[in-house]
């Protein structure tokens, strides 16, 4: 009899987690991806100040300056200018350095098996800091994480390692890059398992962790110490103050939705125009320019304009103006396909809006309600709210916000969910013909044991049975009820046939009286056992490419059961129904 040997002596080596030492072997590379990640922030912060200074003060200097709070009419062509050279190194280099490098860097793990081209990792962080330098509306995140990604990938491909451990080192390398950027790691982390990884496992987890708390390490020595927008404003809040800070989150969440909307609306506005994708950032320069010579506040990364939003130091007037100038040039600027990142734009926005509110809320400070404005924005914009709450601690250094911001952030996020199919992130992933679900859950393969699907009454052949009667036992639909039965000698399982193997049989030469038995014999058998998972015997069905197993009773090897493929269908359909079907469990009766 062909028994599975590896079945033979029964063992339980289901764990929490599929972790193997190659952990190890990841952390440790996590450890260069980090540092790389942290050096790469270094250079596109650096490429930046720069180009800004060059272009506005037309002098060399590696020191961040604010833009002029006036600008000369000749300076509206400096974003148009600059636009237009990435216009052209997206033509002409990489299509890839277009938007705002998180959905890029998402595609590249859905379909790229996590491999980015060289020229990627060059191409993006020298066309977003020429993009933001000139002017340009956006934060320095997305590119970051695009080109963190980028040197992860870079250098998984270095060794042999697998597609999703390729994705590990790309996702720890994104995460180096935003923390070396804002000095963020849990939040980084956080946005590794909210929107990158599409998986929680210790595998992926360890080595991300690593490379941000790495690239934490490096920051003070590279972009400085401390948190990037300090606020020691407001102790603990009363009960009542989190109605309100959930009042501000849904209104963050309908501004999320509106900005999305839009987003997608003017991007399809440029699809329609009747020149080539290389000309749009020059057109949406244009736009650019003129909101900067009326506001020089919209242009750039606006780190200034964040921290003046969380002290409260902008009026009522101000921040009307701040807000709307700052969404028309973005979402224009984006939309043409330049590069940049939607971090930095997003606080401002919805800081902006948050100040605003908060002239009107009888608590706090009104930077307060900007900081929540901000926190809320980006939960329900990214879909990441858990990233959302404490990448607004991490940026200002104050844990008493937690509970506040994780209030808005989480009702961002469920307004965005309930209006929205589709985020601002993976609606351009859609948009390409892709699909992705962003809710994670246990597979039912991996929770089911196979006893419970497997059909307890079998049909099966004596192994005694002339090959004869066998084929004239096909032949007949009257008896034959399924298309292979299992073959058994004294009570064991010897093979399975199928009509397949009668058919045969009727054309070759058998001598008369040949045993069933004797005509497998040799044949091999793929068995399954009632105690083992769903998923283990399906990933044997399909390596085997067999549709029907015999299950057995592991130690007495006696057959308990039959599996077949549209059995595993019920898996899904138990899940479905788990989640559809709804019953009261607890009840009072009625006399």
Same mark, same amino acid.
């Given at each position: 009899?062909?028994?599975?040997?590896?079945?033979?002596?029964?063992?339980?080596?289901?764990? =929490?987690?599929?972790?193997?030492?190659?952990?190890?072997?990841?952390?440790?590379?996590?450890?260069?991806?980090?540092?790389? %990640?942290?050096?790469?922030?270094?250079?596109?912060?650096?490429?930046?100040?720069?180009?800004?200074?060059?272009?506005?003060?037309?002098?060399?200097?590696?020191?961040?300056?604010?833009?002029?709070?006036?600008?000369?009419?000749?300076?509206?062509?400096?974003?148009?200018?600059?636009?237009?050279?990435?216009? &052209?190194?997206?033509?002409?280099?990489?299509?890839?350095?277009?938007?705002?490098?998180?959905?890029?860097?998402?595609?590249?793990?859905?379909?790229?098996?996590?491999?980015?081209?060289?020229?990627?990792?060059?191409?993006?962080?020298?066309?977003?800091?020429?993009?933001?330098?000139s002017g340009g509306p956006f934060g320095a995140e997305g590119p970051i994480i695009m080109?963190?990604?980028?040197?992860?990938?870079?250098?998984?491909?270095?060794?042999?390692?697998?597609?999703?451990?390729?994705?590990?080192?790309?996702?720890? *390398?994104?995460?180096?890059?935003?923390?070396?950027v804002f000095g963020t790691p849990i939040a980084a982390i956080l946005l590794a398992v909210?929107?990158?990884?599409?998986?929680?496992?210790?595998?992926?987890?360890?080595?991300?962790?690593?490379?941000?708390?790495?690239?934490?390490?490096?920051?003070?020595?590279?972009?400085?110490?401390?948190?990037?927008?300090?606020?020691?404003?407001? +102790?603990?809040?009363?009960?009542?103050?989190?109605?309100?800070?959930?009042?501000?989150?849904?209104?963050?969440?309908?501004?999320?939705?509106?900005?999305?909307?839009?987003?997608?609306?003017?991007?399809?506005?440029?699809?329609?125009?009747?020149?080539?994708?290389?000309?749009?950032?020059?057109?949406? *320069?244009?736009?650019?320019?003129?909101?900067?010579?009326?506001?020089?506040?919209?242009? !750039?990364? +606006?780190? =200034?304009?964040?921290?003046?939003?969380?002290?409260?130091?902008?009026?009522?007037?101000?921040?009307?103006?701040?807000? &709307?100038?700052?969404?028309?040039?973005?979402?224009?600027?984006?939309?043409? !396909?330049?590069?940049?990142?939607?971090?930095?734009?997003?606080?401002?926005?919805?800081?902006?809006?948050?100040?605003?509110?908060?002239?009107?809320?009888?608590?706090?400070?009104? %930077?307060?309600?900007?900081?929540?404005?901000?926190?809320?924005?980006?939960?329900?914009?990214?879909?990441?709210?858990?990233?959302?709450?404490?990448?607004?601690?991490?940026?200002? +250094?104050?844990?008493?916000?937690?509970?506040?911001?994780?209030?808005?952030?989480?009702?961002?996020? %469920?307004?965005?969910?309930?209006?929205?199919?589709?985020?601002?992130?993976?609606?351009?992933?859609?948009?390409? !013909?892709?699909?992705?679900?962003?809710?994670? %859950?246990?597979?039912?393969?991996?929770?089911?044991?196979?006893?419970?699907?497997?059909?307890?009454?079998? =049909?099966?052949?004596?192994?005694?049975?002339?090959?004869?009667?066998?084929?004239?036992?096909?032949?007949?639909?009257?008896?034959?009820?399924?298309?292979?039965?299992?073959?058994?000698?004294?009570?064991?399982?010897?093979?399975?046939?199928?009509?397949?193997?009668?058919?045969?049989?009727?054309?070759?030469?058998?001598?008369?009286?040949?045993?069933?038995?004797?005509?497998?014999?040799?044949?091999?058998?793929?068995?399954?056992? !009632?105690?083992?998972?769903?998923?283990?015997?399906?990933?044997?069905?399909?390596?085997?490419?067999? +549709?029907?197993?015999?299950? &057995?009773?592991?130690?007495?090897?006696?057959?308990?059961?039959?599996?077949?493929?549209?059995?595993?269908?019920?898996?899904?359909?138990?899940?479905?129904?788990?989640?559809?079907?709804?019953?009261r469990s607890l009840g009072f009766s009625r006399r």
């Open positions: 009899m062909a028994i599975d040997p590896s079945s033979l002596r029964f063992k339980d080596r289901l764990s =929490d987690f599929t972790a193997d030492p190659r952990l190890l072997l990841l952390a440790v590379m996590a450890l260069a991806v980090g540092l790389a %990640g942290a050096g790469a922030a270094w250079v596109l912060l650096r490429l930046i100040a720069i180009i800004t200074n060059l272009a506005y003060y037309q002098h060399f200097s590696i020191v961040l300056a604010p833009f002029p709070q006036s600008l000369p009419l000749w300076t509206i062509l400096i974003p148009v200018v600059g636009s237009l050279i990435i216009g &052209l190194m997206a033509r002409y280099g990489s299509k890839k350095i277009r938007g705002h490098g998180i959905p890029e860097a998402i595609e590249a793990i859905l379909i790229g098996q996590s491999r980015i081209a060289p020229k990627v990792a060059l191409l993006k962080p020298l066309s977003s800091a020429i993009s933001i330098g080109t963190g990604g980028a040197l992860g990938s870079l250098f998984a491909q270095l060794f042999h390692l697998s597609s999703a451990e390729r994705k590990t080192l790309l996702v720890a *390398g994104a995460a180096a890059g935003m923390t070396a909210e929107l990158l990884l599409f998986e929680w496992k210790p595998r992926s987890f360890i080595p991300v962790a690593v490379a941000a708390a790495i690239a934490a390490a490096a920051r003070p020595f590279l972009i400085g110490a401390g948190p990037l927008f300090p606020y020691a404003g407001l +102790g603990l809040l009363p009960w009542w103050g989190l109605g309100l800070c959930l009042a501000v989150g849904i209104v963050a969440g309908l501004q999320s939705a509106l900005l999305t909307l839009c987003l997608y609306g003017v991007e399809d506005l440029f699809h329609k125009l009747p020149i080539h994708w290389m000309w749009w950032p020059a057109l949406g *320069g244009i736009v650019v320019g003129i909101g900067g010579y009326y506001d020089p506040a919209v242009l !750039g990364v +606006g780190y =200034d304009q964040i921290r003046l939003l969380i002290a409260g130091d902008l009026s009522g007037h101000a921040a009307i103006l701040l807000l &709307l100038l700052k969404m028309a040039v973005w979402l224009v600027a984006l939309s043409s !396909g330049t590069s940049g990142g939607i971090l930095a734009p997003l606080l401002i926005m919805g800081g902006a809006l948050g100040l605003l509110e908060g002239q009107y809320i009888p608590y706090a400070d009104t %930077g307060f309600w900007a900081l929540l404005g901000m926190a809320a924005i980006l939960g329900g914009t990214m879909r990441a709210p858990l990233t959302a709450a404490f990448f607004a601690i991490e940026l200002t +250094g104050n844990s008493h916000l937690l509970l506040p911001v994780l209030v808005a952030s989480v009702g961002a996020f %469920g307004t965005t969910v309930l209006l929205m199919k589709r985020s601002i992130l993976t609606e351009r992933i859609a948009r390409r !013909g892709l699909h992705l679900t962003r809710e994670y %859950g246990i597979d039912p393969f991996l929770d089911t044991r196979v006893a419970s699907i497997m059909a307890p009454s079998v =049909d099966t052949l004596d192994g005694e049975m002339p090959v004869g009667e066998a084929v004239a036992f096909f032949a007949d639909p009257a008896l034959t009820l399924h298309k292979s039965y299992p073959v058994t000698d004294e009570g064991s399982v010897i093979a399975m046939i199928s009509r397949a193997d009668a058919l045969r049989w009727s054309r070759e030469d058998w001598p008369e009286g040949t045993l069933l038995k004797d005509a497998v014999a040799g044949k091999p058998l793929l068995v399954g056992y !009632g105690d083992e998972l769903v998923a283990q015997l399906a990933d044997r069905m399909t390596a085997a490419d067999v +549709g029907r197993v015999p299950i &057995l009773e592991r130690g007495s090897e006696k057959l308990i059961g039959l599996v077949a493929r549209r059995d595993l269908l019920r898996v899904r359909m138990n899940q479905t129904r788990q989640e559809e079907h709804r019953s």
